[in-house]
């Protein structure tokens, strides 16, 4: 480990001490290859130096200097991104992680989501909460038969549950350990918008659309009815090359966040997005379909309704050697509780089957998969599963 500032003063003058550099820094550093992670534990600030953060980059910035290493407190308080060249030292902007700063490009590195994880782990474990088994950012509190639930998205948190007292102290302990702002009631999450009404719960991305249909100019286009052409075959070698593949990964990417509330295209943005690498003109056609479906239905919601009989019932179905190119078959499943939707997939096998059954089959072993993953989760909300859960499959 690296201890003193003035280490820092150029490569080339860099003076290694073996008990305070250890091997993998210099080997990083002479051959520009990630540092390994530190296992070591800081006893005072800035006494833990580096970290796998972004591999040093090839090219030099503006100012001529050569991006190399992060520095990260022990106490996570701080990042600061230093660079160095020809003995040159300077330092960019520093961030609180805590302050909810997301779109500081200090913050865009790989290492600071899981350091901050480990940070509200750490606080949310010694409050009473327990990290759940199938979902490592769910955290869980019981006390007298109630809830109290912390679902954590890097520094987003959403807090549930029928435990008021505790709730309301969990924000007060959250206050005093890091910056943080209370938004009120749960209306508008990460793209996703909730709205509550007497029947029940609606979850939709509307707006979510309308920006991704202006992003792409298909705001005023014309509507259509299914996101798909029935029996179309998609093929990797049909129709022109694209030039400029980076707008069709955008528009796959951007489609992919929408199926978080729209299983009905699953399907199809699974198809598209399987030629993102070389994409065609047909592939970009099949995209702005599903675009024009979106218009079309861009009213759609999933509704959870209120005081119904909630078990967990599923469906699945494989559409046998439907990928042209490789005939592997397709899974897709959907799972229900109660009435609501709240799991659904559509995916490529991962090899090819040699009779319809064997594709049935393997579309009914993942959807079985998934119930147990499901069945695990309910036990971890405290709302145990003491039946069979039904999955009808299509053959």
Not at 150 to 161: A, H, K, N
Not at 207 to 228: A, N, R, V
Not at 243 to 249: F, G, I, P, V
Not at 266 to 280: D, F, G, R, T
């Amino acid at each position: 480990m690296m201890m003193k500032k003035s280490m820092l003063k150029g490569l080339s003058q860099l003076d290694i001490r073996t008990d305070t550099v250890c091997a993998g820094c210099q080997y990083g550093k002479a051959h520009q290859l990630p540092y390994q992670e530190s296992r070591f534990k800081a006893k005072e600030p800035l006494e833990l130096v580096h970290y796998d953060v972004f591999r040093p980059v090839k090219q030099p910035s503006i100012g001529g200097m050569w991006y190399m290493v992060t520095f990260i407190d022990d106490s996570l308080s701080q990042q600061r991104l230093e660079s160095m060249a020809d003995g040159c030292e300077e330092r960019f902007s520093s961030l609180r992680i805590g302050s909810g700063n997301l779109y500081d490009p200090t913050n865009r590195l790989k290492q600071a989501p899981r350091a901050w994880y480990g940070k509200i782990a750490e606080f949310l474990t010694q409050s009473g909460y327990l990290v759940t088994s199938v979902y490592f950012s769910l955290f869980i509190k019981t006390n007298k038969g109630k809830l109290a639930i912390v679902l954590v998205y890097v520094d987003d948190l959403v807090i549930t549950g029928d435990d008021k007292a505790e709730i309301l102290q969990t924000k007060e302990n959250l206050s005093v350990q890091f910056q943080m702002k209370e938004l009120g009631q749960l209306k508008y999450f990460l793209g996703l918008e909730i709205d509550r009404t007497q029947s029940g719960i609606f979850l939709c991305q509307q707006k979510y659309s309308e920006d991704l249909l202006k992003k792409f100019g298909m705001l005023k286009c014309k509507p259509i009815s299914t996101p798909m052409e029935q029996n179309v075959r998609m093929c990797a070698h049909e129709g022109k090359s694209l030039e400029d593949a980076t707008m069709y990964q955008q528009l796959i990417g951007s489609l992919v966040y929408l199926t978080l509330t729209r299983p009905d295209i699953s399907y199809a943005i699974s198809v598209i997005s399987q030629y993102m690498q070389n994409p065609n003109k047909p592939h970009l056609e099949a995209a702005r379909r599903i675009l024009r479906y979106v218009k079309n239905t861009i009213d759609y919601d999933l509704l959870y309704k209120r005081n119904e009989d909630c078990k967990l019932v599923g469906y699945c179905d494989a559409d046998y050697a439907g990928d042209y190119d490789t005939r592997r078959s397709t899974t897709g499943y959907v799972f229900k509780l109660g009435s609501g939707t709240i799991s659904w997939c559509s995916k490529r096998q991962p090899t090819v089957s040699l009779s319809t059954i064997e594709a049935e089959y393997r579309a009914a072993a993942m959807a079985a998969q998934e119930s147990t993953w499901l069945i695990q989760l309910m036990n971890n909300l405290h709302q145990p599963v003491d039946y069979a859960i039904p999955v009808y499959c299509d053959n």
